[in-house]
């Protein structure tokens, strides 16, 4: 009787140290799993896109002074992402605004401005040459990187210009603006960006 009372409680003494087991190993399973989704989801934040708070696709260009331009490469800075052509009238409008904001505002704001230039869709033979001229009518100081074939307007679904991104410094995408700013709006978007 005592024997089989002692090996009766090594049986249960091993159920029972089975089952504890299995439930330890159920929940680190369950915790792990908890982690890869949250892992799961931030790389779903990391993922490039046009969707606010999506970081910016990044792309290079040559600009206007012949110098390589890389859009990852102003992470740190805000952003006011701007496609542009020469023959758009509310270009034209805009630019003067774009310039003040930059010569007057940009550097306190810790701000810059690109003016990609859908060189590609220019109407001229010499389209180089006839952006070079708008840049000089107008004074432009920021950055001009040339889109000479098309792919960066697919990129970010360029349909009408101009069209403004607002990138934090973070290199994430805030706002998408379709149409011309002015100095205040431009201002105004910026000091909303982190």
């Known amino acids: 009787m005592k024997k089989?009372?002692?090996?009766?409680?090594?049986?249960?003494?091993?159920v029972v140290i089975m089952l504890g087991t299995y439930i330890k190993n159920q929940i680190e399973a369950s915790e792990a799993i908890s982690?890869?989704?949250?892992?799961?989801?931030?790389?779903?934040?990391?993922?490039?896109?046009?969707?606010?708070?999506?970081?910016?696709?990044?792309?290079?260009?040559?600009?206007?002074?012949?110098?390589?331009?890389?859009?990852?490469?102003?992470?740190?800075?805000?952003?006011?992402?701007?496609?542009?052509?020469?023959?758009?009238?509310?270009?034209?409008?805009?630019?003067?605004?774009?310039?003040?904001?930059?010569e007057e505002n940009a550097q306190d704001d810790n701000a810059v401005i690109v003016g990609v230039n859908i060189t590609h869709a220019e109407r001229s033979v010499d389209q180089i040459k006839t952006v070079q001229q708008f840049v000089d009518s107008f004074d432009l100081t920021f950055p001009i990187p040339l889109m000479e074939e098309e792919g960066v307007d697919k990129l970010y679904q360029i349909i009408t210009i101009p069209s403004t991104f607002m990138i934090d410094t973070e290199g994430r995408i805030q706002r998408q603006i379709v149409g011309p700013l002015d100095q205040e709006a431009l201002r105004d978007y910026v000091k909303n960006l982190d």
């Open 4 to 14: 089989k009372a002692i090996g009766l409680s090594v049986v249960m003494i091993l």
């Open 35 to 102: 982690e890869q989704a949250v892992s799961y989801e931030m790389d779903l934040n990391q993922e490039e896109g046009l969707e606010k708070g999506q970081v910016a696709p990044n792309f290079t260009l040559q600009t206007l002074t012949g110098e390589t331009f890389t859009l990852s490469e102003l992470k740190g800075k805000k952003v006011i992402l701007n496609f542009w052509a020469s023959w758009c009238p509310p270009c034209k409008k805009e630019m003067p605004h774009l310039q003040k904001y930059y």
